[in-house]
């Protein structure tokens, strides 16, 4: 029987946004599968971090392309992102806690081009004037990964419900914490 690759990458990542110190042993019984057989695919967690990885760019570039970042005002296009990353975030706020992923200097090129992808959305909201300016695009990016690991976390732990997700966190992004003046 061939191994599900896929199958086994998606278990694994839900195991880990639960419980990202779960053993391989752990990650080998929540895909259905023994130890034996994923070490034959995966030498060791750092091979399964690196594919995890693989796929959470995959899936980033994904809901970028289906938020149509270059149509609409600015703010809906986040608003959109956000919806469409909400599946991955949870794997998301894995990646962005792994060190490793960093080390050695050198960013995967996927993660460039995704950064590079929503500083040019923030950049046109700056330029149409939708976004403040003394922020710089790479910080809202940034600001944006934060949150949505922070959302994941809460949302995974209970604190948040999922369907608040997207609202909670384009509002504060967007919005900011101060309260607004009732008028």
């Given at each position: 029987m061939a191994l599900d690759r896929d199958h086994v990458l998606r278990s694994a990542a839900a195991?880990?946004?639960?419980?990202?110190?779960?053993?391989?042993?752990?990650?080998?019984?929540?895909?259905?599968?023994?130890?034996?057989?994923?070490?034959?695919?995966?030498?060791?967690?750092?091979?399964?971090?690196?594919?995890?990885?693989s796929l959470g760019i995959a899936e980033c570039e994904a809901a970028l392309d289906a938020a149509r970042l270059d149509e609409g005002p600015?703010?809906?296009?986040v608003r959109r992102l956000v919806g469409e990353i909400e599946p991955a975030a949870g794997l998301l706020a894995f990646l962005y806690?792994?060190?490793?992923?960093?080390?050695?200097?050198e960013?995967?090129?996927?993660?460039?081009?995704?950064?590079e992808r929503i500083a040019a959305l923030f950049r046109r909201g700056q330029r149409g004037g939708e976004f403040r300016i003394?922020?710089?695009?790479?910080?809202?990016?940034?600001?944006?990964?934060?949150?949505?690991?922070?959302?994941a976390w809460a949302v995974t732990e209970g604190r948040v419900a999922r369907n608040d997700f997207t609202h909670m966190i384009v509002e504060l992004l967007l919005g900011g914490a101060l309260r607004r003046e009732e008028s």
């Open positions: 195991l880990l946004t639960r419980k990202s110190t779960a053993t391989m042993d752990e990650v080998a019984k929540a895909a259905g599968i023994s130890r034996a057989t994923l070490h034959r695919h995966f030498a060791g967690r750092d091979a399964l971090v690196r594919a995890l990885e600015a703010r809906d296009a806690t792994e060190n490793q992923l960093f080390e050695g200097g960013q995967n090129a996927g993660w460039a081009r995704i950064d003394d922020l710089t695009p790479a910080w809202l990016t940034e600001a944006l990964y934060g949150l949505l690991a922070s959302g």
